[in-house]
């Protein structure tokens, strides 16, 4: 009973790791193709691989239902286009701190349970204590974008629960992938241009598709259907940690004693969530 209501959070976890380490090769991959041209790559090849796998159906679907499709694929664009802007200004660690504010507000504004509050009061101390007192050193237009991408983090829960509940399987995020992509395209082309044609690129973008989309995003679909919206936000507090060692891993990016300790203390949070969530599963 109790490995089937971790479930859900094991996805949330795969997909997290998924996700940053991708985001990891995609900052490889700005000086080739730009961030918006990443973000084009990104976009468009996941929604290939989505609606070449699920094939979903576009008959049957009310005008909400086509609603929350829009208004998730408008969150999921306009929260990787400020997220490249965020990591091509300033550290994959830093822009992680400052995105993972944005689930963690929702949480705090969703949780009805005082448990959920401490726990994500706990995520937030250690969010900014991974920032060790330093984002005033940042290039303030990534800090800004980087908060930006947070708030369409936070959208990006809400309309993403809303599409798993209103479609089958992955049809929804299918669906929403292909309007994201078709928003991001022009971005994409003004930037890179027929740089976005290069072969390597190409390979590259699907790397990160696969990594930072397709994955990611359909398990965190399936585990938002019986994980609760706060629960699944104070979980997001994980992302910092995995984003400093993917940065440690791929990047070269450093990790300093406080870092370890801010680590260790959004850890601690999001265990915390966990056992509160399973203990309070019916």
Request: glycine fraction near 12%; charge should be positive.
């Amino acid at each position: 009973m109790a490995g089937h209501r971790f479930g859900p959070v094991a996805l949330v976890v795969t997909g997290g790791l998924s996700v940053q380490f991708g985001s990891a090769v995609a900052v490889l991959l700005m000086p080739r193709a730009g961030a918006l041209g990443v973000v084009t790559l990104r976009l468009v090849l996941a929604a290939a691989v989505l609606l070449i796998v699920c094939r979903p159906k576009v008959r049957g679907y009310g005008r909400a239902d086509w609603g929350t499709v829009v208004a998730f694929g408008i969150a999921m664009a306009g929260m990787n286009i400020l997220f490249y802007q965020a990591a091509d200004r300033i550290p994959l660690g830093a822009a992680v701190t400052l995105e993972v504010l944005g689930p963690l507000i929702l949480s705090v504004i969703a949780s009805r349970r005082l448990m959920n509050l401490l726990w994500a009061g706990l995520a937030l101390g250690g969010v900014v204590l991974l920032g060790g007192g330093g984002f005033d050193r940042l290039d303030p237009l990534g800090a800004a974008f980087a908060l930006a991408a947070g708030a369409m983090w936070a959208t990006y829960i809400v309309f993403s629960a809303r599409t798993g509940r209103r479609f089958p399987q992955a049809d929804g995020l299918a669906l929403a992938m292909a309007f994201g992509a078709v928003l991001s395209l022009p971005f994409g082309i003004v930037e890179a241009g027929d740089k976005l044609l290069v072969p390597s690129t190409i390979g590259l973008g699907l790397a990160v598709a696969l990594m930072s989309s397709v994955l990611p995003y359909t398990l965190e679909l399936l585990a938002l259907r019986r994980l609760p919206a706060p629960t699944f936000a104070i979980l997001m507090s994980l992302e910092p940690a995995i984003a400093a060692a993917a940065g440690f891993l791929v990047l070269s990016q450093s990790l300093s004693a406080l870092d370890a300790l801010a680590i260790a203390l959004v850890i601690a949070a999001s265990m915390g969530a966990v056992r509160s969530q399973v203990r309070g599963a019916p």
